[in-house]
T-cell receptor, first 115, second 114 residues
Framework: AQKVTQAQTEISVVEKEDVTLDCVYETRDTTYYLFWYKQPPSGELVFLIRRNSFDEQNEISGRYSWNFQKSTSSFNFTITASQVVDSAVYFCALSPTSGTYKYIFGTGTRLKVLA | EAQVTQNPRYLITVTGKKLTVTCSQNMNHEYMSWYRQDPGLGLRQIYYSMNVEVTDKGDVPEGYKVSRKEKRNFPLILESPSPNQTSLYFC?????????????FGPGTRLTVL
């Protein structure tokens, strides 16, 4: 079965704290893609990052970083020095590549960054 | 401007009254999809389309229909809406059917079925 689990329903942090959002996935595919999307309070869904199953390099983009570990089937997202503008719901998603063209999203993590 | 548009943005209707939510993209994307977003359940895929005249069920297709007669349009049809279809709906598109492409989302349609 294909599945994405975001066990953290809601996280609150104070501005400038670091925060990590967890994402654990299940798939039998050897080739697959993982994504993170952001949904700010305004409601739109915004793509943040894509990672394929063969690339386990961590990625850093400004204050954002992603840690992909196939051994633990995790694709975690860290925000360093959080800001109020980071307040949003964050979704992790899985796109398998064999047998189906479905996308599977996690249930999302609501991040509240308090000033 | 590259975008996915949805109409209407808000809709209140009554049980059993057929409705259509339109979705259009101007990026010549192959893949289009519909999702519903409900509290605590995240985004769940309703239907998707790999190209014109090719559609398939997602995880929650019951009570919905779709069609893809043109590459740019992918309407969502609720033939007999029920209150449990009250939700926030998103249309999305991506360049190709291969999973490597990110999805571009429309602004969402908030549907209330009384």
């Amino acid at each position: 079965a294909q599945k994405v689990t975001q066990a953290q329903t809601e996280i609150s942090v104070v501005e400038k704290e670091d925060v990590t959002l967890d994402c654990v996935y299940e798939t039998r595919d050897t080739t697959y893609y993982l994504f993170w999307y952001k949904q700010p309070p305004s409601g739109e869904l915004v793509f943040l990052i894509r990672r394929n199953s063969f690339d386990e390099q961590n990625e850093i983009s400004g204050r954002y970083s992603w840690n992909f570990q196939k051994s633990t089937s995790s694709f975690n997202f860290t925000i360093t020095a959080s800001q109020v503008v980071d307040s949003a719901v964050y979704f992790c998603a899985l796109s398998p590549t064999s047998g189906t063209y479905k996308y599977i999203f996690g249930t999302g993590t609501r991040l509240k960054v308090l000033a | 401007e590259a975008q996915v548009t949805q109409n209407p943005r808000y809709l209140i209707t009554v049980t059993g009254k057929k409705l259509t939510v339109t979705c259009s993209q101007n990026m010549n994307h192959e893949y289009m999809s519909w999702y519903r977003q409900d509290p605590g359940l995240g985004l769940r895929q309703i239907y998707y389309s790999m190209n014109v005249e090719v559609t398939d069920k997602g995880d929650v297709p019951e009570g919905y229909k779709v069609s893809r007669k043109e590459k740019r349009n992918f309407p969502l049809i609720l033939e007999s809406p029920s209150p449990n279809q009250t939700s926030l709906y998103f249309c999305a598109s991506s360049l190709s059917i291969r999973g490597l492409n990110e999805q571009f989302f429309g602004p969402g349609t908030r549907l209330t079925v009384l």
